[in-house]
C-alpha cells in the first residue's frame, strides 16, 4: 500500500490543438510524455514555433527518469530538441524505431550529439524508478504510433496518443485491442484520451480508402499530377506510390521533410517503391506531364513549403502550369483554412485544377470519431478519466462520451494546462496549478539558407526592425550607458517616447539579470536580449519584428 501521490501535469495540448506534453510524476521521479510544438497562428507573425512553457522541468530536471514519445508527429516530438538541449542531452528518450529514427534527424540538424535514444517495440516493459512503462501498438496516421501505459502501486495509467481503431490499416497492423481490453479487465486507474474528433459521430474511414478513392483521381487527370500530404503520412504516400505504379507515372518526391520521412521509412521498411520509379527533381523535365506525379509537402499551406512555393512561381524545380492538377489529399489542421485557400487560389490562377478531400475520398482522419473514443473507454474499464488533446469544446465532448458509457461523471476530470491532477489511496482531485504556457521560436538556426533569408524578408516587410545597442563594462558586466533603441518600419499606436522608455527600462532589467547570472559571453548576452525583448515588443505591440542586439564591452 502506499500513501504517495500520482501527479498528472498536462503542460499542452488540453484547451488547444498542438504542443502535446505531459508530465506524471511518482514518489519523486518523472516521466515526460511527449515533447510536441504548435505551429504559429496567423496572428503570431514572424514566430517560427511555438514550445511548451516547460519552466517547471527546469527546476526537475534532475528528476527526470526519462522521456517516452508516443509517434513522430510534430505535436508530439517537435519540441525534443530544445527541451534536450534545456534539461540535459543525457535524458533517455525511448519510442517506437520510425519515432526515434525521426527524433535522430531532429537532433541531428540541431547539432544535438550523444543523445540517449532507444527504439522499444510494443509489448516491451521498461522500467524507469517507480514506473513499470509499455507501449501499446495503435494506429493512426503514421507508423509505429504507441499508447504508453504507466503502472505505479496506485495502479496503471494510459496516455492513448493519437489513435484511431482502423480495422484494415495499410500495412495491415490493427490497434492491439487484446491489449486494451486486458489492461481493462486488469483495472485500469486513468485513461487519458485523443479528444480530436470528440466532435464526430460514428467511426473514422479506413486508412485504406484513400488508395482507391486516389487511383479513382489519378485516372481522371490528364496531365502532370502533384499530390500533397502530410510528409510523415507514409502511409498515404504509399497509397500514392501504388496508384502512380497502376497509371505507370513515376513518381517525384519535393520537399526535404517529405524526401526525409520517406528515406527514413523506406529504411524501416514501412514503404515499398518500386525500383526505378522514384525520378530526382531534377530529371523530372525529362519525362512528359502525363507520365508524372509529383508528391510535395504543403498540405497545410506552410509558407516556405514547397507547395506554396511552387503557387507562388517560386519554386527552384516545378514550375506549375495550366494543365496541371494538383491534388490535396490532407485536410488543413483547424487555423491553417486561410493559408490553404490563399494557396488553392494562387494555384487556380496559374491554371491548375484543384481536388481537394471534399471532392473525392482521398482523406481519412488519423484520429477515432465518437464510436472509437467509447470503444476506447468500454476496452480499457478506466476508473478516471481526464480527456487529452483537445480543445476545451472537444474535451468537454470527450468527458460526456466518457458519461454515456458509465464513467461516474465525478471521475471525469476535464482538465487544462498547467492543472496536475492528482490520484492517491483516497481519490482523484485536481491540484494547484502550475505555470504552463508558451515559449516562442523565432529564429532559423538550421536548414536552408534561403528559408532564412526568407522568413528575414518576411518579418521585416510585416513588422519592421529594432536594433539595440548596449554598452556594458569590461569589469563586471554592468549596463554603464542607456541602451540605444533605433527602428523603422515598426507598426505601432502608442506613444513613441513612452515606448522607447519602457523598451529601454526593459533591456535595463535583461542587462541587470545577465549580470547577476554572470552571462558575459557576448553572443549568449546578445542572444539574451534578443529574447527578452522580442518578447517584450511582442506583449506590447503584438508584433514580431526583427530583433538585433548589439552588445559592446568598454
Ligand atoms: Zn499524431
Ligand atoms: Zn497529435
Redesign the pocket.
Known amino acids: 500500500m502506499s500513501n504517495t501521490k500520482l501527479r498528472v501535469l498536462p503542460l499542452g495540448g488540453l484547451g488547444e490543438i498542438g504542443k ?1 506534453m505531459t508530465v506524471v510524476e511518482y514518489d519523486g521521479s518523472i516521466v515526460v510524455v511527449d515533447t510536441g510544438l504548435r505551429f504559429p497562428t496567423a496572428e503570431q507573425v514572424g514566430i517560427d514555433l511555438v514550445l511548451p512553457d516547460f519552466t517547471y522541468l527546469r527546476e526537475r530536471a534532475d528528476d527526470i527518469e526519462g522521456i517516452v514519445i508516443t509517434h513522430g ?1 510534430e ?2 516530438l517537435g519540441a525534443l530538441p530544445w527541451i534536450l538541449r534545456e534539461l540535459g542531452t543525457d535524458i533517455p528518450v525511448f519510442g517506437g524505431p520510425l519515432t526515434m529514427a525521426m527524433a535522430r534527424s531532429k537532433l541531428d540538424e540541431h547539432r544535438l550529439k550523444e543523445t540517449d535514444l532507444t527504439d522499444v517495440t510494443p509489448g516491451e516493459k521498461l522500467e524507469l524508478g517507480p514506473f513499470d512503462i509499455e507501449l501499446v501498438h495503435m494506429t493512426h496516421s503514421i507508423p509505429d504510433m504507441m499508447a504508453v501505459a504507466l503502472t505505479t502501486d496506485l495502479g496503471t495509467m494510459l496516455i492513448t496518443g ?1 489513435y484511431k481503431f482502423d480495422q484494415t490499416p495499410v500495412d495491415g497492423k490493427p490497434a492491439d485491442v487484446t491489449r486494451l481490453a486486458e489492461m481493462g479487465r486488469e483495472g485500469l486507474l486513468l485513461l487519458c484520451g485523443d479528444s480530436t474528433n470528440a466532435d464526430r459521430p460514428g467511426f473514422s474511414p479506413s486508412e485504406s480508402v484513400a488508395g482507391p478513392g486516389l487511383e479513382a483521381v489519378f485516372g481522371r487527370c490528364k496531365g502532370r499530377i502533384v499530390v500533397t500530404c502530410f510528409a510523415s503520412n507514409i502511409h498515404r504516400v504509399q497509397q500514392v506510390i501504388d496508384a502512380a505504379k497502376i497509371h505507370k507515372r513515376k513518381v517525384v518526391l519535393v520537399g526535404r521533410s517529405m524526401r526525409k520521412n520517406i528515406n527514413i521509412g523506406r529504411m524501416l521498411g514501412h514503404i515499398e517503391v518500386p525500383d526505378g520509379m522514384l525520378v530526382q527533381p531534377r530529371e523530372a523535365r525529362d519525362f512528359p506531364d502525363e507520365k508524372l506525379i509529383i508528391v510535395s509537402t504543403g498540405s497545410q499551406g506552410e509558407p516556405l513549403s514547397a507547395l506554396r512555393r511552387m503557387a507562388y512561381k517560386d519554386h527552384p524545380q516545378v514550375e506549375l502550369h495550366q494543365g496541371d492538377t494538383v491534388v490535396f489529399a490532407a485536410t488543413p489542421i483547424p487555423g491553417n483554412e486561410r493559408a490553404v485557400n490563399d494557396t488553392i487560389d494562387r494555384l487556380y490562377h496559374i491554371g491548375c485544377d484543384v481536388i481537394t478531400a471534399k471532392d473525392a475520398p482521398i482523406h481519412a482522419s488519423g484520429h477515432g470519431y465518437q464510436e472509437e473514443i467509447k470503444l476506447m473507454l468500454n476496452l480499457t474499464q478506466p476508473k478516471y478519466v481526464m480527456p487529452f ?1 483537445g480543445d476545451h469544446k472537444r474535451i468537454h465532448l470527450h468527458a460526456e462520451l466518457a458519461e454515456a458509457v458509465g464513467v461516474k461523471p465525478e471521475n471525469i476530470f476535464k482538465g487544462e494546462n498547467g492543472l496536475p491532477l492528482e490520484i492517491d489511496e483516497k481519490g482523484a482531485r485536481f491540484g494547484k496549478p502550475e505555470r504552463a504556457g508558451m515559449i516562442y521560436v523565432d529564429g532559423v538556426d538550421i536548414g536552408d539558407p534561403t528559408d532564412v533569408a526568407l522568413r528575414d524578408r518576411r518579418m521585416l516587410s510585416a513588422d519592421g526592425i529594432f536594433v539595440v545597442v548596449a554598452t556594458i563594462s569590461e569589469q563586471d558586466g554592468s549596463s554603464v550607458a542607456d541602451p540605444e533603441i533605433i527602428f523603422r518600419g515598426v507598426p505601432y499606436s502608442q506613444d513613441a517616447e513612452k515606448l522607447l522608455g519602457d523598451i529601454r527600462e526593459s533591456v535595463n532589467h535583461s542587462l541587470e539579470r545577465a549580470a547577476k547570472d554572470e552571462i558575459r559571453e557576448i553572443d549568449l548576452l546578445q542572444q539574451l536580449l534578443h529574447d527578452d525583448l522580442a518578447k517584450f515588443v511582442y506583449e506590447r505591440l503584438r508584433r514580431r519584428p526583427m530583433v538585433l542586439p548589439v552588445v559592446v564591452e568598454v
Do not use: I, K
Open positions: 502535446n508527429h505535436d508530439h493519437d488533446h
